[in-house]
């Protein structure tokens, strides 16, 4: 299949990028890794008349620590999401959920800004990035702003970025001592989108009682959900099996995963419910190993 035609210009700065975007209106487009844009422009479901290509804007596809965050450069490829070493030190969740998108070839090129402004309903980071607290900054020549991952995804393919914004970061609050995070999910086979996936994170005190958990899933709706529910029956609690199971049933209530050929709605939810199950186990362990 063929994409319709277009214009095509390599931006060399952000300031470039915004201003081809603002002159361009509803019709202008960021490419970056092109693993999402270019099957949809083949498949002709959607015809910008500009493509505005960033792979070649300096400096946004760094990785940085500070105090209290860690920030990621919105042209960051998955691969490097599962190589960098300090993804893998702060947040090692990010790697092990990056490593279940897709293939080697597409994780080469698929960049973190992409995942989340195509804001597809099945894609992995948008759910751990959810459960992480993280938020988004965005530019347009109209200036800056913040959009926490909560507000970013709207529902399948729909963010609230506007067509005139970039993504230029992400970025990553440090987890709190004592906090272990698993991200789980099940395919048919390795590297398809995910018949249901979650993230848990969980912070234990010294005790071994849990303080705080955040719980997302993936496939159970429209976008990437929180299961508020779920993780206040575990605040307080040991996490015995009982309470995690109690809790992964309760994350699934009210989900409405959509039937695919893979799967009923039913059959989805289920496999939603295990994917808690096995992130919250996960979770607690790497917790009680960071207390050792
Ligand atoms: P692009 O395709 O370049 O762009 C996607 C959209 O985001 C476009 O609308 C573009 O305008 C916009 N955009 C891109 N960057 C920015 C930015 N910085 N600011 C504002 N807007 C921006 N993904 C998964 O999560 N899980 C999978 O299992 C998975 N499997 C895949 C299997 C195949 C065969 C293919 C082809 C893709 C798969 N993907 C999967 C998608 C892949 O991860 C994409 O890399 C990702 O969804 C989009 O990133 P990108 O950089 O390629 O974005």
């Known amino acids: 299949m063929k994409p319709p035609p ?5 931006a060399n700065s952000v300031e470039h990028a915004l201003r081809l975007l603002a002159d361009g209106g ?4 960021i490419i ?3 693993q999402s844009l270019v099957p949809l422009l083949n498949f002709r479901m959607a015809r910008p008349a500009l493509l505005v290509d960033i792979n070649r804007v300096p400096g946004l596809a760094n990785i940085k620590k500070s105090a209290g965050h860690v920030t990621i450069g919105a042209l960051t490829r998955h691969a490097k999401l599962q190589a960098s070493k300090t993804i893998g030190r702060h947040i090692p969740v990010l790697s092990e959920a990056a490593g279940w998108i897709a293939h080697p070839q597409i994780r080469n090129r698929g960049t973190i800004g992409g995942s989340l402004a195509h804001a597809d309903a099945a894609a992995e980071l948008p759910v751990v990035l959810l459960a992480l607290g993280a938020c988004v900054k965005v530019r347009s020549i109209r200036g800056e ?3 926490p991952i909560k507000d970013l995804l ?5 963010s609230s970025i506007l067509p005139d914004e970039i993504i230029v970061e992400v970025e990553v ?3 709190p001592a004592g906090t272990g995070a698993a991200f789980d999910e099940f395919a048919r086979r390795h590297g398809d989108y995910a018949i249901g996936g979650a993230t848990s994170i ?4 010294d005790g071994g009682h849990c303080i705080d958990t955040r719980i997302t899933v993936l496939g159970g709706g429209s976008t990437a959900i ?7 029956m575990l605040i307080g609690s040991s996490l015995r099996s009982r309470d995690i199971t109690a809790a992964a049933s309760a994350a699934v209530q009210g989900l409405e995963p959509v039937p695919t050929q893979h799967g009923s709605g039913v059959y989805r939810r289920e496999v939603i419910r295990t994917m808690v199950e096995r992130t919250l186990l996960l979770a607690q362990h790497r917790a009680q190993k960071t207390r050792e």
């Open 6 to 10: 277009f214009d095509y210009v390599v």
């Open 202 to 205: 969980v912070t234990l005190d």
């Open 173 to 175: 609050p440090a987890l």
């Open 154 to 158: 709207v529902s399948h393919f729909v």
């Open 26 to 29: 509803d019709d202008a487009k």
């Open 226 to 232: 929180r299961c508020q529910e779920a993780e206040d």
């Open 32 to 34: 970056a890794g092109g």
């Open 145 to 147: 702003r913040k959009i």
